[in-house]
């Protein structure tokens, strides 16, 4: 039976009494529950706010990414030139109401995709690759799914996680927008693209793709937080800021009206804007933006709603329980990717609240 040994003692002649307990090694259960102790250095800290900022268009997140040019098809669902896909392992369909599906996938099924000209693609030429998924059946906590690409079946670039650039709560169609340094291209050629499906346990996820694409034109603007090297940045919310040529009040002025389904007075996002957190080159959370509804149902909070009765301007706060600490590490990273055309909007800013270690 452990004996409990309490220890006391000051903190100082004005405050009160500390208590530590002491458990010896418990035979019953084989655990040492023994004196702990916590310690820190003692840090001191200053108030910060910081914008997210490109390196091209500074803090203002209103600008128009919007794809164009000749884009190369891999798949459309069939009304165009596209790559011939072939399963691997897994219950892949090519022609499912014009989209690719795989049904109740096990770990490791895998699609295969080969131009189907025996053409190489120079990535070069392309920013991004774009699709669109319907997911039927998916939990993010097992499931994955990532995408490559291929050189007469070498593979080439990274394999990225597709969860990282679509809402996995989210069972209705969506796009997404993968650029392409992240996939690891730049000038490299490829043929090929390989579809794998992950599954660590639970129900077999199901989905369909289709409209998979490297586009020509357009290029995803990602807006960084810039923490100088050596430096710790304790986050306690993020403030998004928007204002648009929106008449903002009902006519008797008891409540803003503001559509959930938009974004002011711009209509619902294509792809929508994306927020990342990584860190030592995981995905740690993803999350993709298209409404002020999808802002709020993922815990965002509106505040500041005004009019003046031709503009109107609103903040939406985004707080943390605990501090969210970046680094000025380059693998440390929160940032914000957008894919549309924003320039609807008269301002669009996104900034990070809390305090700098000093």
Do not use: C
């Not at 500074?58 to 030139?81: C, K, L, R, Y």
């Not at 014009?98 to 990535?123: H, K, P, Q, V």
């Not at 919310?237 to 648009?244: G, I, P, Q, S, T």
């Not at 680094?327 to 996104?350: C, H, K, R, S, Y």
């Amino acid at each position: 039976m452990p004996v409990d040994v309490k220890i006391t003692g000051q903190r100082g002649k004005d405050s009160t009494v500390t208590e530590a307990h002491v458990h010896p090694f418990d035979t019953a259960t084989g655990k040492h529950v023994g004196l702990v102790t916590l310690s820190h250095r003692f840090i001191e800290t200053e108030p910060s706010t910081q914008f997210f900022v490109n390196s091209g268009v500074g803090a203002a997140m209103n600008q128009d990414v919007s794809f164009g040019g000749t884009p190369e098809i891999i798949h459309n669902g069939g009304t165009s030139t596209e790559w011939t896909g072939t399963a691997l392992v897994g219950a892949w369909n090519f022609a499912d109401g014009g989209r690719i599906s795989i049904t109740s996938a096990n770990d490791n099924d895998a699609a295969d995709f080969a131009e189907e000209n025996t053409l190489t693609i120079n990535t070069n030429n392309f920013q991004a690759v774009t699709g669109n998924i319907d997911l039927t059946t998916y939990s993010e906590v097992n499931n994955s799914m990532n995408m490559q690409f291929n050189l007469s079946g070498t593979l080439t670039g990274n394999s990225v996680d597709l969860n990282d650039y679509i809402d996995t709560t989210d069972f209705a169609q969506q796009n997404f927008v993968i650029p392409k340094l992240d996939l690891g291209l730049s000038t490299q050629s490829v043929d090929g693209m390989t579809l794998t499906m992950n599954r660590a346990g639970g129900a077999r996820p199901t989905a369909s793709f289709d409209d998979i694409q490297f586009e020509e034109t357009g290029i995803p603007l990602i807006f960084n937080l810039n923490v100088k090297q050596g430096q710790k940045f304790h986050i306690s919310e993020l403030v998004f800021a928007y204002a648009d040529a929106l008449v903002g009040t009902l006519s008797d002025g008891t409540m803003p009206a503001l559509a959930y389904d938009q974004i002011l007075g711009l209509a619902a996002l294509t792809n929508g804007f994306v927020i990342t957190r990584s860190k030592g080159g995981k995905t740690l959370f993803s999350a993709t933006i298209k409404t002020l509804g999808a802002h709020i149902s993922a815990g965002a909070i509106p505040d500041n709603p005004w009019s003046d009765g031709t503009n109107t301007f609103v903040t939406l706060r985004v707080v943390f329980p605990d501090p969210l600490i970046i680094t000025g590490d380059v693998d440390d990273t929160l940032t914000i990717q957008i894919n549309d055309d924003m320039t609807g909007l008269l301002q669009f800013t996104a900034a990070a609240r809390g305090s700098i270690e000093i």
